[in-house]
């Protein structure tokens, strides 16, 4: 089992619509979840992190935990053209001697159509 | 304040020969990552420092890749020899690492594609 797993891409949403991007990690102990995007050719860049079980919004994303199921998910509200990109989750979880190890899964690919 | 600066943004070099990849982390972070990217094996990891001490580096693929931090704002990876395999781009990352660092997000540069012929 891969560490850290992600939606099976690619992933074709009408703009307006809401985009919904799911993670699951295998490690129960991991201590905190990042989504970042990245675009072609360019670098990953954070778009929001979450720590507690729940729901966190930010402006168009919202991130919601549940590490009951080891589960993490980004919602994109209002999805605009500019959202097309890869989407990669990150948990920092179980390092060798500490909770400081960062690993990604494999990325989903989101395409808005105008 | 600058970001996390990486050297070369591009190396083509044939095989056998040694590459050195560079990395400057933000000023104040104390963990410094480094990735490789490709198309079939998505975001690696490779090894990361803490206080510019190796924590972990089972991701590094095989004798030939080594990675040093000689002080809090280097560090290099290092490929002797390099194969045709070892094409990708390479990313340096670094973040904070205080008590809470289980928050602190990784700021990552703009990484160094690697093309090996």
């Known amino acids: 089992q891969k560490e850290v797993e992600q939606n099976s891409g690619p992933l074709s949403v009408p703009e307006g619509a809401i985009a919904s991007l799911n993670c699951t990690y295998s490690?129960?102990?991991?201590?905190?979840f990042f989504w970042y995007r990245q675009y072609s050719g360019k670098s990953p860049e954070l778009i929001m992190f979450?720590?507690?079980?729940g729901d966190k919004e930010d402006g168009r994303f919202t991130a919601q935990l549940n590490k009951a199921s080891q589960y993490v998910s980004l919602l994109i509200r209002d999805s605009q053209p500019s959202d097309s990109a890869t989407y990669l989750c990150?948990?920092?979880?179980?390092?060798?001697?500490?909770?400081?190890?960062?690993?990604f899964g494999p990325g989903t690919s989101l395409s808005v159509i105008p | 304040d600058a970001g996390v600066i990486q050297s070369p943004r591009h190396e083509v070099t044939e095989m056998g020969q040694e590459v050195t990849l560079r990395c400057k982390p933000i000023?104040?972070?104390?963990?410094l990552f480094w990735y490789r990217q490709t198309m079939m094996r998505g975001l690696e990891l490779l090894i990361y420092?803490?206080?510019?001490?190796?924590?972990?580096d089972s991701g590094m693929p095989e004798d030939r890749f080594s990675a040093k931090m000689p002080n809090a704002s280097f560090s290099t990876l290092k490929i002797q020899p390099s194969e045709p395999r070892d094409s990708a781009v390479y990313f340096c990352?670094?973040?904070?690492?205080?008590?809470?660092?289980?928050?602190?997000?990784?700021?990552f540069g703009n990484g160094t594609r690697l093309t090996v012929t």
């Open positions: 990352a670094s973040s904070f690492g205080t008590t809470s660092s289980y928050n602190s997000p990784l700021h």
């Open positions: 990150a948990v920092r979880g179980r390092g060798k001697t500490s909770y400081d190890k960062v690993i």
């Open positions: 979450i720590y507690s079980n």
């Open positions: 420092f803490n206080n510019n001490v190796p924590i972990d």
């Open positions: 490690d129960r102990g991991s201590q905190s």
């Open positions: 000023s104040g972070h104390d963990y």
